[in-house]
């Protein structure tokens, strides 16, 4: 079934650790976009990158780290976590172009203690 | 003022009613607008999307747009349990522009059998 397939489901994770969540879509899309989801902020854009090999910050890139090697992945890395890294992180991916939806994975729960 | 505002419910409603759901924003270069439904422990998928002024029909949804008023809204007939999800208003100033996505914090439904 084509989609978009984040890694892993959830995680917890002592401060100051690195850590690296995987998305990866089998759609060909060229975009790509890391959100994070927190209770009574919504969702909030990190990193997204428009094609393979450009990435751009979002409203909340401090802390994080992107890169796009390929079309099909976009790993978001967090080079040392703290506890107001805690959220539910979502992948998405579009096609470039008008009219072109979002489509999300079902994201990663991250804790950090 | 925030640039997308979107009451947060929560709702509750019997089996059968209409539901009405609403945004309003403030940047008149919006012009893109789309609904997305978010079930519980899942990523949010594409429920409608509009471009412009005028209504957009599809089954028992029914998305709104009032640009004159800056207002948007999703009707949903017949209501189901189903139907018992997170409602996200999103919208952008242009096709393509995707990373510019901007999302109201979601209305929380609940359908009662």
């Known amino acids: 079934i084509a989609g978009i397939t984040q890694a892993p489901t959830s995680q917890i994770l002592a401060a100051g650790r690195r850590m690296t969540l995987r998305c990866t879509q089998d759609?060909?899309?060229?975009?790509m976009y890391w959100y994070r989801q927190d209770l009574g902020l919504g969702l909030r854009l990190i990193h997204y990158?428009?094609?393979?090999?450009?990435?751009g910050k979002g409203e909340v890139p401090d802390g994080y780290s992107v890169s796009r090697a390929n079309t099909d992945d976009f790993p978001l890395t967090l080079a040392s976590a703290v506890p107001s890294q805690t959220s539910v992180y979502f992948c998405?991916?579009?096609?470039?172009?008008?009219?072109?939806?979002?489509?999300f994975g079902n994201g990663t729960r991250l804790t950090v203690t | 003022q925030k640039e997308v505002e979107q009451d947060p419910g929560p709702l509750s409603v019997p089996e059968g009613a209409i539901v009405s759901l609403n945004c309003t924003y403030s940047?008149?270069?919006?012009?893109?607008f789309m609904w997305y439904r978010q079930y519980s422990r899942k990523g949010p998928e594409l429920l409608m999307y509009?471009?412009?002024?005028g209504n957009k029909e599809d089954g028992r949804f029914t998305a709104q747009v009032d640009k004159s008023s800056k207002y948007i809204s999703l009707f949903i007939r017949d209501s189901q349990p189903s139907d018992s999800a997170t409602y996200l208003c999103?919208?952008?100033?242009?096709?393509?522009?995707?990373?510019?996505?901007?999302f109201g914090k979601g209305t929380l439904l609940t359908v009662n059998p």
């Open positions: 940047n008149s270069a919006f012009q893109y």
């Open positions: 998405a991916s579009s096609a470039t172009g008008k009219n072109s939806p979002l489509h």
């Open positions: 509009t471009y412009s002024s």
């Open positions: 990158s428009n094609t393979a090999g450009t990435t």
């Open positions: 759609m060909r899309h060229n975009a």
């Open positions: 999103a919208m952008s100033a242009g096709g393509g522009s995707n990373y510019k996505l901007t």
